[in-house]
């Protein structure tokens, strides 16, 4: 077989990958993190992926290694060749809209033998959900990406019927805004029953005129829709009118 440009020959080059599972001391990290790519590869190699497709329904089998799959069978391929990794969140990255959270990750890479030398990876995360969990998806999925792209693997997503998909929500129509403002509705709802009910109770034009009063500041208010505006003005000044009527014909409700 015919030599490389540097004298070595595939072979050779795959002896040196395929070196036994105790790590030599002397290996610089870029040589420990391609051994640790190789493991991974074989690893993986026979592991399959089943899924449905979209199109036909069928089960379809794929090559490759799972999102689940990745942390545990990269740490112990690194780990493997003394190498250590760990993720630092970029703070000055960290952006949230709604309940979708990214954040840019740097992944470290350090040979346990001589910690001067190391690596640094970084990818971006993005994770969709309500409360402190889009922090927790953005960050796994950055690793995730980190250990990809540095081990050279080829992932496939997990099965999308085992999967927990979240829809973005835009800032301004997350949970919290929504749960806030189906509180709002109720308040309108429990409002206007009241208005209503004093309206009917009011018994002369007088005592109308001073319930009115109380609840203009609410009519006011951007939340109540104008339909329900034009309603009680409507109802308002129907009450105002059998009032006057009865107040000429001498008598009181």
């Known amino acids: 077989m015919a030599d490389g440009p540097d004298g070595h020959t595939p072979d050779a080059a795959a002896d040196v990958l395929n070196q036994?599972?105790?790590?030599?001391?002397?290996?610089?990290?870029?040589?420990?993190?391609?051994?640790?790519?190789?493991?991974?590869?074989?690893?993986?190699?026979?592991?399959?992926?089943?899924?449905?497709?979209?199109?036909?329904?069928?089960?379809?089998?794929?090559?490759?290694?799972?999102?689940?799959?990745?942390?545990?069978?990269?740490?112990?391929?690194?780990?493997?060749?003394?190498?250590?990794?760990?993720?630092?969140?970029?703070?000055g990255s960290h952006q949230l809209n709604g309940n979708k959270c990214t954040m840019w990750v740097d992944g470290h890479f350090h040979s346990v033998d001589n910690p001067t030398d190391h690596m640094m990876a970084g990818a971006w995360g993005e994770g969709t959900d309500f409360a402190d969990h889009a922090h927790q998806k953005a960050h796994t999925n950055a690793v995730k990406q980190i250990l990809l792209k540095a081990l050279m693997l080829t992932s496939v997503e997990d099965n999308d019927d085992e999967t927990k998909r979240v829809t973005h929500e835009p800032e301004g129509s997350s949970q919290a805004v929504a749960d806030a403002e189906s509180n709002l509705d109720t308040a309108v709802r429990t409002w206007a029953d009241a208005y209503k009910a004093a309206i009917d109770g009011a018994t002369d034009a007088s005592d109308l005129a001073l319930i009115q009063a109380a609840n203009e500041p609410m009519l006011a208010m951007a939340n109540v829709s104008e339909r329900v505006k034009t309603y009680f003005k409507e109802y308002a000044a129907k009450k105002a009118a059998q009032l006057m009527k009865l107040a000429e014909n001498g008598d009181t409700e």
């Not at 051994?35 to 199109?55: C, L, N, P």
Request: proline fraction near 4%; charged fraction near 30%.
């Open 20 to 91: 036994p599972g105790v790590w030599d001391n002397d290996a610089p990290i870029m040589l420990r993190i391609m051994r640790a790519a190789h493991d991974v590869k074989t690893i993986t190699e026979d592991q399959k992926v089943k899924r449905k497709s979209k199109k036909s329904g069928d089960e379809v089998t794929y090559g490759g290694v799972s999102s689940a799959q990745i942390v545990a069978n990269c740490k112990a391929a690194l780990h493997k060749h003394g190498v250590v990794f760990w993720p630092v969140i970029d703070k």
